[in-house]
């Protein structure tokens, strides 16, 4: 079974600094996805940023990037330019694709609370 | 729909109730998934759907909990006799293909 551990209970940054919310997770598959969501106190899972395994380059969407090591088993995700609004939980996630490519389950962190202070 | 809605959005019962948290996701998506997310923690698998058929329920914590897809379309979990353990965020998500997931806000669920 797949593990992903977020060792940071909670973060804070100051408003248009970098921050970085670590993840690890433990595996034996060597095909699978990585994610980074974004829980606002309006409950919803934000998609933030996704990773394939078997490509080498790191994600990238706007302000946020992935440092992805696989060999470490590390997923850790870097906000640059921090704003107010990234105030939320981040989870970590996991999911192997089933037999044939169709989507999956998810396996989460128990997150990381990042406060963005003006 | 333009999202996946969930209703309703908070839910208080008594202990021993039973109650039925419904999904509507987003038209035409496939698959459709339901997770548990306790106070503090992340979410958890429950159960899975492809269109009408639960593909994999090994998440569902105890015979008191049951999902159903009747038509491919709108979800309705149903939890029997509740118990305090089961207070929790209830999470359903829809998929058209692959791995883009649509969460909806969840129904807050308190037992009593």
């Known amino acids: 079974a797949q593990t992903v551990t977020q060792s940071q209970p909670e973060m804070s940054v100051q408003e248009a600094e970098t921050v970085t919310l670590s993840c690890t997770y433990d595996t034996s598959e060597s095909n699978y996805y990585l994610f980074w969501y974004k829980q606002p106190p309006s409950r919803q899972m934000i998609l933030v940023i996704r990773?394939?395994?078997?490509?080498?380059q790191n994600a990238t969407e706007n302000r946020f990037s992935v440092n992805f090591q696989k060999a470490a088993k590390s997923f850790s995700l870097k906000i640059s330019d921090s704003q107010l609004g990234d105030t939320a939980m981040y989870f970590c996630a996991f999911m192997k694709p089933s037999f044939g490519g169709s989507n999956y389950k998810l396996t989460f962190g128990k997150g990381t609370l990042l406060t963005v202070n003006p | 729909g333009a999202g996946v809605s969930q209703s309703p959005r908070y839910k208080v019962a008594k202990r021993g109730q039973d109650v039925a948290l419904r999904c509507d996701p987003i038209s035409g998506h496939v698959s459709l998934f339901w997770y548990q997310q306790a106070l503090g923690q992340g979410p958890e698998f429950l159960t899975y759907f492809q269109n009408e058929a639960q593909l994999d329920k090994s998440g569902l914590p105890s015979d008191r909990f049951f999902a159903e897809r009747p038509e491919g379309s709108v979800s309705t979990l149903k939890i029997q006799r509740t118990q305090q353990e089961d207070s929790a965020v209830y999470l359903c998500?829809?998929?058209?293909?692959?791995?883009?997931?649509?969460f909806g806000s969840g129904t807050r669920l308190t037992v009593v």
């Open positions: 990773q394939e395994a078997y490509k080498q």
């Open positions: 998500a829809s998929s058209l293909t692959g791995y883009g997931y649509t």
